[in-house]
């Protein structure tokens, strides 16, 4: 059974897709591509696109080797260098040098009031940061292509009724029900004396940000497996009497690839902003974890005074999220070269 | 049209009703004691035993739940803190005030500061979305394309603070924001509210320019509009009179997304201006563990969502002539 998206790879039928971007490849023996290498040639092609995807790996790799550069730069998010040296904070606690304190010393400056490193602060908040919005990004992914594929392939009942509850989901006031919902994940597991531990924070904001985050992955897959279904290869392994199971991971799933890559890849800033916007509300990571987010918290509480202070988790908070986007729609072009912004 | 209205409002009230029941057994079933959840940090035993009687927790929880839905409609009488009237959502712990009332109040605050913007927003968008259709291809349509990926990419309390900052404290041209009640002095309102306008609209206008433009591109294209031309109208004749109608679809229905959004937004907008609306009001109820006011702030939230996307059907109707309710 050929699958659209498996083309054969028969000479030919590749420059012909290829040529449909534009830009005619030139060569004299017309090989045979795969989907995969046609979708890499376009994306190469794509000057916007491997810029923005160059500043997202950038930012990954500060997220991963947060250690490496705490090790290379000698100091970390913790230690309040503020308090304990003396000549660096005022006594309102803002940093005497200009510009919020910045210096070979400190790169990014002085936190005010703690007196803690900006510069590690940032770089370990954007690893805190990111981790979450991978992780709820792999979970509402997980979830929702399940869910997506199997009301869309059962159809009746089924359908109707994660249908509803999707819907009820969307219904919910999502910020206002991420804040609300966050205290009481967090009471399920201990009770109001404790102390919150960090992990079960971590935990909360994890779970509540999938619980809202799977019902439009899922409301997506869910209409083009509508469409799928009906089409003749589904029909001809039906008849051949392949199993739903099969039908599902061999036949629908690879034709799925594309809308699965594409909107989990345009959720996942949104998911770096919806912890940030926790953490600038107060209710996100608590200290001492360093929180990209967090930083707002106290940026906004400081800016009449110290202005550089937001200027650093705001400004690379923009670059990222910019550089997501374009990646995001690179991505779609490269995928999908018909359907053009 | 009439048919229609009643299947969305009975759907509408179906779907409140879930969010209320599902908000309420999280609340009042996940905590291990609701009433110690009520009580806050520090608890003395004394309170924690009126509490839990005054909550009526010797009840099963389906009957509280009952009591809570029926004082919606009807009122109810809380003993510990004396009648609450019709729209009864209950008492706030933190503040002693009925949570409808506390709502009430803030409602101008949130009401503004969403209209406002959704004004700015839509004029700038569908206005600079047009432009690049217009000049499609052109300078123009590269700016608003590019800006609009940036835009949509800015954080409230990111350039919030920053635009604070150099309007307000360096420059002094604007009063630091504020509510101000419209109908004592409507420019006050004005003045006070305009950077929080300003703010969103850099954030939410992006949307509206995109769509607008590839709309508009797309009913450009169309055969009525071909039509037209063939008949000698003008240029701006057909895409003033005719193409817009066809591109305000999908601009209406993002837009009771984005109102509901800018609405449940409210909580962080309210939070970087310091405005002291609903959003402010449930992010002080969460830090309290005022659960009445979370569960009459989330189904006020819900009602205003659900209202919303009904607005947006029967306007798809009065836009198009050729979308049939029913």
């Known amino acids: 059974m050929t699958l659209p998206s498996q083309a054969m790879p028969e000479a030919g039928t590749a420059p012909a897709a290829a ?15 795969s989907p995969a290498q046609l979708m890499w040639r376009r994306f190469r092609r794509d000057r916007t696109g491997v810029a923005s995807a160059i500043v997202v790996a950038f930012f990954f790799l500060v997220a991963i080797l947060a250690p490496v550069i705490s090790a290379l730069y000698g100091k970390d998010p913790y230690t309040t260098y503020g308090q304990s040296v003396p000549g660096l904070l005022n006594e309102y606690g803002y940093p005497i040098a200009p510009n919020g304190g910045m210096s070979g010393e400190f790169w990014f400056g002085l936190e005010p009031g703690l007196g803690r490193d900006v510069f590690m602060q940032l770089v370990y908040g954007i690893r805190t940061s990111l981790s979450i919005a991978v992780v709820v990004a792999v979970i509402t992914t997980i979830i929702g292509v399940v869910m997506g594929i199997w009301s869309g392939y059962a159809g009746g009942k089924t359908d109707y009724v994660i249908g509803r509850v999707i819907d009820v989901l969307l219904a919910f006031p999502s910020q206002l029900f991420l804040i609300v919902m966050l205290p009481v994940v967090e009471a399920a597991f201990v009770s109001p004396e404790e102390e919150t531990p960090f992990w079960l924070r971590y935990v909360s904001i994890c779970v509540v940000l999938t619980v809202l985050g799977w019902a439009t992955m899922s409301r997506i897959l869910r209409a083009q497996v509508l469409s799928l279904r009906e089409r003749e290869f589904i029909e001809a392994a039906r008849v051949t009497g392949a199993s739903p199971a099969r039908i599902i991971f061999k036949e629908l799933l690879p034709n799925l690839w594309t809308p699965i890559i594409i909107q989990s890849t345009l959720a996942l800033p949104l998911y770096v902003g919806a912890e940030a916007g926790l953490g600038f509300l107060g209710v996100g990571m608590t200290e001492p974890t360093p929180d990209w987010g967090r930083m707002f918290l106290v940026g906004s509480n400081v800016y009449h005074q110290d202005i550089t202070y937001l200027v650093f988790p705001g400004v690379s908070m923009v670059i990222f999220v910019v550089a997501f986007n374009l990646l995001g729609d690179s991505l779609r072009d490269a995928f999908d070269p018909k359907t053009r912004r | ?188 309102w004005f003045v006070h509210l305009l950077i929080p306008w300003v703010v969103l609209a850099m954030i939410f206008t992006a949307n509206y320019t995109r769509m607008t433009r590839s709309t508009m591109v797309e009913q450009l294209a169309e055969d009525y509009v071909r039509t037209a031309r063939a008949k000698g109208m003008s240029g701006p004749t057909v895409f003033l009179r005719f193409a817009w109608r066809g591109a305000m679809i999908p601009i209406v229905t993002i837009f009771g997304v984005d109102l509901a959004t800018l609405l449940g937004g409210a909580i962080i907008t309210e939070q970087t201006f310091t405005l002291h609306g609903i959003g402010e009001l449930a992010v002080r109820a969460v830090q309290n563990t005022d659960l009445p006011m979370l569960l009459g702030v989330t189904l006020i939230g819900a009602f205003a969502i659900v209202m919303l996307n009904i607005v947006v059907d029967v306007l798809y109707a009065v836009i198009d002539p050729r979308v049939r309710l029913a």
């Open chain 1, 19 to 33: 040529g449909g971007t534009g830009g005619g490849v030139s060569g004299p023996a017309m090989a045979g591509r």
């Open chain 2, 1 to 188: 049209m009439f048919r229609f209205l009643l299947r969305r409002i009975a759907g509408a009230a179906l779907i409140l009703l879930i969010i209320s029941a599902v908000t309420f057994f999280l609340f009042y079933a996940v905590p291990r004691d609701p009433a110690r959840a009520f009580c806050g940090k520090i608890c003395p035993p004394a309170n924690l035993a009126l509490i839990r009687h005054n909550l009526g927790m010797d009840d099963p929880l389906f009957v509280q739940y009952w009591h809570w839905l029926v004082g919606i409609f009807a009122g109810r009488d809380l003993v510990q803190f004396g009648a609450c009237p019709a729209p009864c959502l209950g008492y706030s712990f933190a503040t002693q005030e009925t949570v409808f009332s506390a709502i009430l109040d803030r409602l101008p605050v949130t009401v503004s500061v969403t209209l406002g913007a959704a004004v700015v927003i839509l004029t700038f968008g569908i206005g600079t979305g047009m432009l690049a259709a217009w000049q499609q291809g052109r300078p123009v349509d590269k700016v608003a394309s590019a800006s609009s990926v940036i835009g949509a990419s800015l954080q409230i309390y990111f350039v919030g603070p920053i635009l604070v900052f150099f309007i307000v404290d360096s420059m002094g041209l604007l009063p630091r924001p504020a509510y101000r009640a419209f109908t004592e002095n409507p420019l006050d």
